[in-house]
């Protein structure tokens, strides 16, 4: 199975940037490149939300309109690393975020029963 790590959360003012990485490994097919990897989040009471995803194969993003605009989402497949870069952080943005792994096999990346293999989280919090 694909092992993901999150990692680059904590506490940032509005405003502010912070730049997720999720770490993966053990392919069973090829390398990231053969992979979708998706960024989700899941705010205080709230369900988890998928806010981006990127197909590594050809590099084509998706973006929720909460973040779309502010987050960049990025690969470094040589690294087997997906970034996610946050500015203009909102006290909204605040939440667990989670990176999750699909085979690029053609399903459908909007829907979070699609991901495979998940992180562990790691906690964003956007106050002053």
């Known amino acids: 199975d694909v092992q993901l790590q999150a990692s680059g959360g904590g506490l940032v003012q509005p405003g502010g940037s912070l730049t997720l990485s999720c770490s993966a490994s053990g392919f069973a097919f090829g390398n990231l490149r053969d992979y979708t990897i998706g960024w989700f989040r899941r705010a205080p009471g709230k369900e988890r939300e998928l806010i981006s995803f990127?197909?590594?194969?050809?590099?084509?993003?998706y973006y929720a309109d909460s973040v779309k605009g502010r987050f960049t989402i990025s690969s470094d497949s040589a690294r087997s690393m997906v970034y996610l870069q946050m500015h203009a952080l909102k006290p909204e943005d605040t939440a667990v975020y989670y990176c999750a792994e699909a085979l690029d096999d053609g399903r459908n990346y909007y829907e979070d029963y699609e991901y495979d293999s998940w992180g562990q989280g790691t906690l964003v919090t956007v106050s002053s």
């Open positions: 990127i197909v590594n194969r050809d590099q084509t993003t």
